[in-house]
């Protein structure tokens, strides 16, 4: 059974900095492309970072180049969220998907597996 844990959320201040993790189980890690998504109220699920098998591609929303990095480590089933900057508009529940020998870019429907989610605030 796949199993994508997030941690990492929580409360900040504008312009602060969180940094998601999320903990694989249940598959071959190495094999499957991992990405983050983000779900405000009232809105549709959005892709903010994916990130190769290999971890050597990495793909970003507009949105949030510049400010968040996306990293992998396979030797830990890890993928990890760097967010630097936050911004009002962050504010979200962060979910954590993988896809089998995926690309690692958009769109979320790619993704055959998330998580549970983690909500960042971002106050003012």
Do not use: H
């Amino acid at each position: 059974q796949v199993q994508l844990v997030e941690s990492g959320g929580g409360l900040v201040q504008a312009g602060g900095s969180l940094r998601l993790s999320c903990v694989a189980s249940g598959l071959t890690f190495s094999n499957y492309a991992m990405a983050w998504s983000r779900q405000a109220p009232g809105k549709e699920r959005e892709f903010v970072a994916g990130i190769t098998v290999s971890g050597r591609g990495t793909y970003y929303a507009d949105s949030v180049k510049g400010r968040f990095t996306i990293s992998r480590d396979n030797a830990k089933n890890t993928v990890t969220l760097q967010m630097n900057g936050l911004e009002i508009e962050d504010t979200a529940a962060y979910f954590c998907g993988a896809a089998f020998l995926g690309s690692g870019r958009q769109p979320v429907s790619n993704y055959q597996f998330w998580g549970q989610g983690t909500q960042v605030t971002v106050s003012s």
